[in-house]
């Protein structure tokens, strides 16, 4: 193709670095900068009154969506049924006609999410569709389809995608949650500002990679590493650990932290790395408690926080990264970034095929 490495030594790398590009991007396509609304395309259906939304994707896009819901039933109180596309295809969940269903892929092409959009379509369910490949069967399938800004993504393992997509379900929640009613002008006023703010906070997060890098020479020891993380860090945690073994092939497993003690807290020891993902938002304390009842058990905690979690954080930790403090709305965006950079850095360290690693592919087109 034509599209070089710029001196980087992987696409995946060369990618991670455009996060503060792609999330600005994908912000000038939907946020109005005179009037500093979201602006959607012209929608086929009313999302005042839409009873719920069904969310399917595959792989990454899948803990996007995760994200989502959490944005969604929160903000916008609509209440949102999740699951993967390759079960989604075959569960045939009771709908109520007029549902929404929303669909997220990168290459709008991947045989599960076309086929649970297909499905979905028979039930007499509005498509909306977060798409990167703006030109995809998945974008001619829709109803209407959202475009997230991230320009070609080479690397099998996805990133500048997800924050893309993350970028796009963000702003969908506010204008959701606009039309229902549920979102006061200030409200609205001070989400649009944490996005707005976004971009410059995640090129801060690049001046972290030496603490990254000691992390990932910790976690490439390791042949289990489980992640934690609470609330919208949940799918963060769960994204962390698939690039982890998408990339590295080490087995890691992401867990609600406080889900933590009823099972994977029997398998904590020194071998087992726990990467968690703790900004300061009001799940924090809850989630400081799950980590020192990991650590009271032998477990090394290699933890991303923020400016006003840093002090907690490192009394009880091994490893920290510094995060700048962002609003609580986009800190799963940002806490995504060096969770990504994480599994690069470790892959570098396996000297696995970054690119392009075994068994997997860009876009799985058959099921
Ligand atoms: C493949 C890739 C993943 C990606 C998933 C969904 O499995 O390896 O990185 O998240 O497909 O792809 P899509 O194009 O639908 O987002």
Known sequence: GSIGKDGYRHYMEKELHEHPLVIGQTLQRMIDPATRKVVLPDLPFDLATVPRAVITACGSAFYAGMVGRYWLEEIARLPVDIDVASEMRYRDPPLTTGSLGLLISQSGETADTLAALRSLREKAIHILSVLNVEHSTMARESDVMLGTVAGPEISVASTKAFTAQLTVLACLTI?????????????????????????????????????????????????????????????????????????????????????????????????????????????????????????????????????????????????????????????????????????????????????????????????
Not at 182 to 201: I, K, N
Not at 242 to 254: M, Q, R
């Open 175 to 367: 204008a959701t949650a606009r039309a229902r009613g549920t979102l006061d002008p200030l409200r609205e006023e001070e989400l649009v500002a944490a996005l707005m703010d976004l971009p410059s906070r995640a090129a801060e997060v690049f001046n972290q990679g030496n603490a990254i890098r000691k992390m990932a020479a910790i976690v490439a020891e390791a042949r289990d590493v489980l992640y934690l993380g609470r609330g919208s860090m949940f799918p963060v945690a769960m994204e962390g650990a698939l690039k982890l073994k998408e990339i590295s092939y080490i087995h890691a497993e992401a867990y609600a932290a406080g889900e933590m003690k009823h099972g994977p807290i029997s398998l904590i020891d020194r071998t087992v790395p726990i990467v968690a993902s703790v900004p300061s938002t009001p799940l924090f304390d809850k989630t400081l408690s799950n980590l020192q009842e990991a650590k009271a058990r032998g477990g090394r905690l290699l933890v991303f926080t923020d400016t006003q979690g840093a002090d907690r954080v490192s009394a009880i930790a091994e490893q920290i990264v510094v995060l700048p403090r962002v609003h609580d709305f986009v800190a799963p965006i940002l806490q995504t970034i060096p969770v990504q950079m994480l599994a690069y850095e470790v892959a570098v360290l396996k000297g696995t095929d970054v690119d392009q690693p075994r068994n997997l592919a860009k876009s799985v087109t058959v099921e």
